[in-house]
């Protein structure tokens, strides 16, 4: 999984424009929702999968939590430390496959997956959500956005099965899986679901769609 990823991303968050509008972003509602549920239980480790720019990383850190961010191209991790230490911030970035996490179990209270572990086939998301529900302690919390089956690029592009779309016109040969609601809550059944919505947005006259979710962790083993 790791290599076409790796060259897609790679390419992306080179692109100075991209990098910017994800960097300047506000954190999701949910992640600042995760933060208040963490802090009012005294809970600090949190784990930031496909950190990007930053996004998040910036904003639990800035909180207080002591974070890990991951993420599997290197420019965006270059920028990410930049940014932390700009901010007089601190965070341990780690190069890594999302399907791979180099962590002990049970060893985070939160984490955060936005718009980034759906860029897999269904049994790799599967087994990745798997992976997030092994890493958090019992009763952890895990935010997760991923697009929906109503997002404007569903169903353009290769169909390599059902849900799973690849197209070369979009990002550099990453793959992209929409959830129908039903799908969604049959591969979170590791957790208690605690809310859930459909939000959407325009953007050059097309409707992007994606499920928001907020998770509590039920693995005890």
Known sequence: MTEP????????????????????????????KMADMLEAEGRKRVLDIG??????????????????????????????????????LQAELVECDMAELPFPEKHFDGVVASQVIHH????????????????LAPGGVFVWKTPTTRHCNC???????????????QEDGIPHHYCTEEEARELLNPFDIKSMCESEYEKDGRIRCHWRIIARNKNTV
């Open 155 to 169: 169903g353009h592009g290769r169909e390599v099965e059902p849900g799973t779309w690849v197209n070369p016109e």
């Open 120 to 135: 897999a086939d269904r049994a790799a998301l599967q087994r990745i959500i798997r992976e997030i529900s092994q890493r």
């Open 51 to 88: 950190c990007g720019m930053g996004r998040h990383t910036l904003y639990l850190a800035a909180r207080g939590f002591e974070v890990t961010a991951t993420d599997n191209a290197p420019s965006a991790l270059s920028v990410c430390k930049k940014q932390l230490a700009e901010a007089g």
């Open 5 to 32: 990823l790796t060259v897609g991303w790679e390419r992306l968050w080179r692109d100075e424009e991209i990098a910017k509008r994800w960097a300047e972003m506000p954190p999701l509602p949910e992640v600042v």
